[in-house]
């Protein structure tokens, strides 16, 4: 799991070597080009985790350990260099949700539980509580990705049993709706889609400089909105 937390550092945390779990976090320092390790995650060792960053803390959640669907939830605070762990995640336990942080909160859903899921959920950090909102529209999902622009999550990408998905959605914080957008794939007839290959599980996002732009690996397409 990966989270910019403040505008020099960025953090990885969790994962899976090969071997075994891992709750092991590294800073990443842009100016300097060097990572350091920080305080390991207090939790269960995990993959398939998901985070997002909320007024300058990193908040880590969900996964699996091997044996479980996870749904505790712990917050980072990288002055402090503290785990603190927060208010449990009130959907199932699940692995490969997808999640983002928009304003003042931060926002998981979808995932694998033993079937998969659409539910949506917002973590408002200032009272440490959780609130159920509108499931996300179209596909029930796992491994999706997420990037935000103007406070606009955008959501796309994952699979649904066995098949890969290829609506794409947006989610508007301030009016709670989520809004559907072209597909990710040639299913119109316009000749804009003719050559999309972007439909897969498990991709990342990221948003460079502001404005208004991000590209979706391994091969790279860019969104604009």
């Known amino acids: 799991v990966t989270a910019s937390v403040t505008t020099l550092f960025s953090y990885l945390v969790c994962g899976y070597d090969g071997k075994k ?30 985070a997002f960053t909320v007024n300058g803390k990193g ?3 969900t996964g ?23 208010a449990d995640y009130p ?35 200032a009272s440490n509580s959780w609130e159920q909102i509108v499931s996300i529209g179209g596909s029930k999902r796992m491994g999706a990705t997420s990037f935000v622009i103007d406070n606009v999550a955008y ?19 301030q009016s709670g709706q989520w809004t559907q957008l072209r597909d990710i794939a ?21 948003v460079i400089d502001g404005d208004r732009k991000s590209t979706r690996l391994n091969s790279s397409h860019l969104y604009t909105s």
């Open 21 to 50: 779990r891992l709750s092991d976090l590294w800073e990443y320092d842009m100016e300097q080009d060097f990572w350091t390790q920080k305080a390991s995650m207090p939790g269960t060792a995990r993959n398939s985790a998901v």
């Open 59 to 61: 908040y880590l959640g």
């Open 64 to 86: 699996y350990d091997g044996e479980n669907y996870l749904k505790d939830f712990w917050e980072y605070d990288p002055t402090s260099n503290q785990w603190t762990q927060q």
């Open 91 to 125: 959907g199932s336990g699940r692995y490969g949700a997808v999640a983002f942080g928009v304003g003042n909160k931060g926002y998981i859903g979808c995932g694998y539980d033993g079937n998969y899921l659409k539910d949506f959920y917002a973590f408002n950090p």
């Open 155 to 173: 959501v796309l990408c994952g699979q649904n049993n066995g098949e890969y998905v290829d609506d794409f959605w947006k989610y508007d914080a």
């Open 186 to 206: 040639d299913t119109s007839d316009d000749d804009y889609d003719d050559e999309y290959s972007i439909v897969r599980t498990n991709g990342v996002a990221f």
